[in-house]
């Protein structure tokens, strides 16, 4: 039996080292067409800003560890061009052909195309942070546009502020990191502002239109699924892959998981499209284990995330209101503005807002911002919706305190008390 696995980063090593684990026998191929493996693709910004001093640090494993210790077969620039299901083969740009019995299709996004303007940049892979950075050490730019307020957007702009550019973010919609929430915007907006970022909402641009010394493009993001589009995977209504609980596509055999297919919303049980790293590794093993044989199955998700906007930390999880309202949910949300810790013991602010669906009393989303404990109160937050837990199940939540890491009544249970007040 022979796995091939196409993409060398977190959903595509998660599922060739899943399908090793369970299956010794196994023969399997991975199949990277960059030069390196397992990069930590999320720690580019901080490269750039210099928090991470050397670009090394960012990757993790290299084929000769994979193949040492996991006896797998991991090939660096081996970009694969054609999928032949009817024949169970892979064709790289080399000309080689490999054959499979089971694939793994993990190619994840892809970020705008490179156009001419040598002043356009991204920030997706190794090797653009290493050029980002070389050029601003280089090149001393003084004024710096960053197209798209998501995730890579935010922390390009901070980083490039880390190096005393002035950065201009436009966002051509009325909210940023993908979440039309009021509450969420004013506070992402202050904290930019405060930073002296100038972030203009509603305004589309141009790379040709902009007189900057340096673009960040980092809009569009898309799943990468040309290659298994052309082969005759299905795709889906978001864009990406669509696939099973499985992580099968329409061709037996044929798994595909990362940010190049479809998770399910578990509260709106619909198919959704969210390329973060923590899930692509989840739908990796999962994929890996049934390629092997297994019967493991990927429940979905609820849209759990964190980022850092110019030191604070911001965290969502599940619907704003906005959004459950186009759900067709009854929505009603309450936030709070608390401290983190005990007042006496060097506590910071914090923000949390629950969002509720008053006919299920359901918990449907959440966001918390802030310093210390961000992440733990966002992932609290995040399990109530997984489990559909109610808000006055929620409210009675026996949460940890002790002075220097909670007050004694846990902000996220202030705003379950306010949330249950409107519901």
Known sequence: MKLVVIGGVAAGLSAAARARKLDRSMEIVVLEKGPTISQGLCGLPYFVEGQVQRIEQLIRYTPEQFARERNLDVRVNAEAVTISHPRREVTLRSGEKIHYDKLVIATGA?????????????????????LLKQLIQNTAPKTAAVIGAGYIGIEAAEALRAHGLRVTVY???????????????????????RFRVDLRLNTRVTPESLQDDMIIDASGMKPNV???????????????????DRMETNFNGVFAAGDCAESTNLITGRQVWVPLGTTANKMGRVAGANAAGARERFQGIVGTSIVRVCGLAVAMTGLSETDARAEGFEPVSAVIHSRDKAGYFRSRPTSVSLVGDRRTRRIIGG?????????????VIATAITNRMKIDEFELLDLAYAPPFAPVWDPVLVAAQQLIKVM
């Not at 356009?120 to 090797?127: C, E």
């Not at 040309?226 to 099973?244: D, F, H, K, M, S």
């Open 171 to 193: 966002q051509a919609t009325d909210h940023v990191l993908g979440r039309a929430d009021q509450e969420l915007n004013a506070i992402v907006t202050t904290q930019l502002r």
């Open 226 to 244: 040309i290659l298994a589009q052309e082969c005759g995977v299905e795709i889906g209504r978001t864009g990406a892959i669509r696939v099973t």
């Open 110 to 130: 892809r970020g705008p195309m490179p156009g001419s303007d040598k002043r356009v940049r991204g920030l997706h892979t190794i090797q653009d942070a290493a």
């Open 367 to 379: 966001f918390v911002t802030g310093d210390d404990g961000v992440a733990g109160r966002i992932n």
